[in-house]
């Protein structure tokens, strides 16, 4: 709910809504939008031959990036124009397989999810490949499928499916703590609300996500079934 503010002498800025992006499938051609108002669905240019297994969304340039199979494509579509702004091949990805992505907004560094080893890969917004990440104790949770980023913290979140743990890292890889969910989680996306501390993940049966908090209890649910999602960072509104 927006808070009022005088229209007199002065303006003000609420927070807006946050946006939650998605693609239903892997096959989807689109990517909805469900924020409560201002929501407007993109489309995701995938192709019939095409799947995508990774997503994320940078604020920065308001862009979406589409990981397509076998994991080493990438996608950038831009969403005000609603056209495919480029696409490049991350080679190092090639054997990784699917895996989430997760933008720094700041410097527009990507970061892809390598499951079957301890490592993420990490890249420019424009397809300059930087380094791997070796995550320090990834081993203690599983192999790293979902990822999110926490611009206050500055840190990774990696899901490390099919558990209930999530590991928060610095974006060297170094390990910093361990949050367990209160219940059973499904592997694959996972995106943080940075400004409520808030985690998205799908629970299990695909037909919502969890939102839990960082003491790892569900705080609320979100009923959407969705292979790949990301937040929008909320809007301002601002009063005059």
């Known amino acids: 709910m927006f808070s009022a503010c005088s229209l007199v002498l002065a303006g003000c800025a609420t927070p807006g809504l946050l946006h939650l992006y998605s693609l239903a499938n892997s096959e989807s051609d689109t990517i909805a939008d469900t924020a409560p108002a201002n929501a407007a669905d993109t489309p995701s240019f995938v192709q019939p031959d095409e799947t995508v297994v990774g997503f994320a969304y940078d604020p920065f340039t308001d ?24 696409e490049f091949t991350i080679p190092q990805l090639k ?12 410097d527009g560094h990507v970061f ?13 917004r424009y397809g300059e490949f930087l380094r791997e990440v070796t995550l320090e104790r990834a081993a203690a949770g599983g192999d790293p499928n979902g990822i999110a980023y926490d611009s206050v ?5 990696v899901h490390r499916g099919p558990t209930r743990v999530v590991a928060a890292h610095a974006t060297d890889g170094r390990f910093i703590a361990t949050l367990t969910l209160d219940r059973d989680v499904a592997p694959g996306a996972l995106a943080f609300d940075s400004e409520r501390s808030e985690l998205y993940i ?32 909320r809007s301002f509104l601002r009063m005059f």
């Open 153 to 157: 913290q500055n840190r990774l979140l």
């Open 112 to 124: 892809a999810a390598m499951p079957g080893a301890a490592k993420l890969a990490e890249f420019t």
């Open 95 to 106: 054997a990784a397989g699917p895996g989430d992505l997760a933008i720094r907004p700041r």
């Open 63 to 86: 862009h979406f990036f589409l990981r397509l199979a076998p994991g080493d494509a990438i996608r950038v579509v831009d969403r005000p124009a609603r056209a495919i702004k480029r």
């Open 202 to 233: 799908a629970l299990p049966g695909g037909a919502a996500l969890g939102i839990f908090g960082e003491d790892g209890k569900l705080r609320r649910e979100v009923p959407l079934r969705a292979s790949c999602f990301d937040l929008g960072p």
